[in-house]
């Protein structure tokens, strides 16, 4: 059987208003189906629903389906991001706009339940959020799980390698991400390829994805230019008390310097990434919700490869012995205990190791990402963000004014003036930055510490 499409238009040709599409895609770059969105935009149906993990930035993107006014439903782990990379969906969209926001993990989970024949699944994730608020919850085994029902798409739209005519697909990199999730929730699956390959060029380990899942194919008519998102640079030090604190590069190595080797991490966006470039020679293995586990330092873009980044867009290096896979492994890894340690980026902490990382006000919405899932089986959750905003505010308060992430939960905070630890007894003050002293750091913090540091 021959699925190969002469072309994108004809490859969308029936979808219509009202549909229900899924756009797989990573981050605000990375593996989106482009020329397949642009042929969506040009067919001009309306009152779609759009369900993806982010909007993506490039007018090739989600983005621009909203842009257009041509949905009316979005559902996505992010729908705005801090700092206006794309702004907010629902400012963005020219028409009302529902938004549901929904959880990385749990977002492939509802896709892969379709195809699984769940009609329904419990889930520890995000249930003391306001995400899951309104749904059903029970106990098992002395834990508190919320019900999650499946996210069935009318199409699938996504972005691989290189694909047969019979439909087998293969992925490159860390580019397989939502992928497959996105392809066994829909009932119609459409696959752009840069390379399209005869039934039996593709070796039998090398399809990531059956052609019983896949309905079309259409290669790429231009050639994609990479994408990135420039490494972060060291930003200046902070000023307090007329002193600079630590850079972000020196938080990055004072986190590192905390994980022990024989340790599996997770890094999350900002921030945290930066951690990677400080474990040269050390026996600690980094993982990604994007699918990667097992990478390295973060590389220059001269040096890049387009499909291998970390969960913040980055490009990346891989250490021997590196492994890629979609994301509902990837998430399989980080709910199963089998995390070390998680660093995360944070809004603020407060007195009871309760965090906010996900929306502000000022955004317009929400980038849950992964960070949810994450929570349910962290290791020891480090959080790595400034001692005070740039207006001289605290970030760790008595009490979080934004929508938490997760309710007492953080074990670890580094940030650029002190390391604090959260024991039974309270915020525990450890260490104080050079130049620094503890009741510096206590006049700093809104809510109370402990000054216990260590020797």
């Not at 379709?114 to 306001?130: E, K, L, R």
């Not at 047969?164 to 829909?186: C, I, L, Y």
């Not at 009932?187 to 593709?202: N, S």
């Not at 993982?287 to 291998?308: I, K, M, Q, S």
């Amino acid at each position: 059987m021959d699925k190969v499409v002469a072309n994108f238009a004809d490859a969308v040709a029936d979808i219509d208003s009202g549909s229900v599409i899924g756009i797989a895609g990573f981050g605000v770059i990375h593996g989106f189906p482009v020329q397949l969105i642009a042929a969506v935009r040009a067919r001009e149906r309306h009152d779609l629903t759009i369900v993806c993990n982010s909007l993506g930035r490039d007018p090739g993107h989600p983005v621009s389906i909203v842009q257009a006014g041509q949905a009316s439903r979005l559902i996505a782990a992010f729908s705005a991001r801090a700092g206006g990379v794309a702004g907010s969906a629902a400012a963005l969209s020219p028409v009302p706009l529902e938004v549901e926001l929904v959880p990385q993990g749990i977002l492939v989970e509802r896709l892969r339940a379709v195809a699984a024949g769940i009609g329904a699944f419990y889930s520890p994730v995000g249930q003391d959020t306001i995400v899951t608020e309104g749904k059903e919850r029970r106990e098992f085994g002395g834990q508190t799980y919320v019900l999650e029902s499946p996210l069935h798409l009318d199409y699938a739209l996504i972005y691989a390698h290189k694909a047969d005519r019979a439909g087998n697909v293969s992925f490159r990199g860390t580019s397989q991400n939502f992928g497959p999730s996105f392809a066994k929730g829909a009932k119609v699956v459409i696959v752009e390829v840069d390379e399209l390959a005869e039934v039996g060029e593709l070796a039998p380990g090398d399809v990531e994805l059956p052609g019983i899942f896949v309905d079309r194919v259409v290669q790429r008519t231009e050639k994609a230019e990479p994408l990135w998102r420039v490494p972060r640079e060291a930003a200046e030090a902070r000023t307090y008390l007329g002193r600079p604190g630590r850079t972000a590069t020196q938080m990055a190595q004072r986190i590192a310097g905390l994980l022990p080797d024989g340790s599996y991490v997770n890094l999350g966006v900002g921030l945290p990434t930066m951690v990677s470039d400080h474990l040269d020679g050390r026996d600690v293995v980094l993982h990604a919700e994007n699918g990667v586990l097992g990478y390295g330092t973060r590389l220059a873009l001269e040096d890049a490869d387009p499909d291998y980044y970390n969960a913040g867009s980055e490009p990346v290096s891989l250490r021997p012995g590196a492994s890629v896979f979609d994301s509902t492994e990837a998430f399989v890894i980080a709910r199963s205990g089998r995390l070390t340690a998680v660093v995360l980026g944070a809004f603020q902490v407060d007195r009871k190791g309760s965090f906010a990382n996900w929306t502000t006000p000022e955004m317009g919405g929400g980038a849950i990402g992964g960070a949810m899932d994450l929570l349910v089986k962290p290791g020891k959750l480090i959080i790595a963000m400034w001692h005070c905003e740039r207006t001289g505010q605290p970030k760790i308060v008595n009490a979080c004014q934004y929508d938490v992430t997760g309710t007492e939960c953080v074990d670890l905070v580094v940030t650029d003036l002190a390391v604090i630890e959260r024991e039974g007894r309270g915020l525990v003050l450890r260490e104080c930055a050079p130049g620094f002293e503890p009741a510096d750091i206590v006049k700093l913090t809104e809510a109370p510490l402990i000054v216990d540091l260590w020797p």
